[in-house]
């Protein structure tokens, strides 16, 4: 059973890159049969998301968000990375990490999640 | 890019009544369409991928139905433990993957 962890800053100031990790446990992040993938929700409001990683380092990216995201993978640890840069207050939101079931060798649904990261951008 | 419209946004159901959800794709999205659950301060979790299987672990009173660009999510008989919103999501066309803006399920 797969399983998820977000971690990071709470609190990043703006103009600042915003810097999660995800820890994936249960399996292993290079078994190929998925994406590994951050997803945002705005407080109160529905879901976006950010990009994908394949364990090869091949990445997707929402193209309203290309220009700063940055995702990244060490498998050695089992865990992939999101960089966020030149961060405003909109980017104040709920971060889940989860991976993409592979379907027909492209991105599919979203299961499991990580239980998600509150982060506030604030002087 | 793909717009998942989902309706109505908030749905006043009574326990033990059927719920119908609707969500309509922008454009053709075949059978490639997930839906989630989503509680306060949880996570989402997958309920039905390919419009119409359902996720491990998930009861048969939840199903899915619909192609093309008209879908459909229906709690056959609402618990208790149902009231929560849901989301829809397609990963047909992409970059970049979309989320439908959620239904939320209230007591009535």
């Known amino acids: 059973q797969v399983q998820l962890q977000e971690s990071g800053p709470g609190l990043v100031k703006p103009s600042q890159t915003l810097s999660l990790t995800c820890t994936v446990s249960?399996?292993?992040?290079?078994?190929?049969?998925?994406?590994w993938s951050w997803i945002r929700q705005h407080p109160g409001k529905g879901l976006e998301w950010i990009g994908y990683?394949?364990?090869?380092?091949?990445?997707y990216y929402n193209p309203s968000l290309k220009s700063r995201v940055t995702i990244s993978v060490d498998t050695s640890k089992n865990q992939f990375s999101l960089k966020l840069s030149s961060v405003t207050a909109a980017d104040t939101a709920v971060y889940y990490c989860?991976?993409?079931?592979?379907?027909?060798?492209?991105?599919?649904?979203?299961?499991?999640w990580g239980q998600g990261t509150l982060v506030t951008v604030s002087s | 890019e793909i717009v998942m419209t989902q309706s109505p946004a908030t749905l006043s159901v009574s326990p033990g009544e059927r719920a119908t959800l609707s969500c309509r794709a922008s454009q053709s999205v075949s059978s490639n369409l997930a839906w989630y659950q989503q509680k306060p301060g949880q996570a989402p979790r997958l309920l039905i991928y390919?419009?119409?299987s359902r996720a491990t672990g998930i009861p048969a009173r939840f199903s899915g139905s619909g192609s093309g660009t008209e879908f459909t999510l229906t709690i056959s008989s609402l618990q208790s433990e149902d009231f929560a919103i849901y989301y829809c999501q397609q990963y047909n066309n992409w970059p970049p993957l979309t989320f439908g803006g959620g239904t939320k399920v209230e007591i009535k």
């Open positions: 249960g399996g292993s992040i290079s078994s190929g049969g998925y994406y």
């Open positions: 990683i394949y364990y090869s380092g091949s990445t």
């Open positions: 989860a991976s993409i079931r592979r379907f027909l060798e492209w991105p599919g649904w979203f299961d499991p």
């Open positions: 390919g419009a119409s």
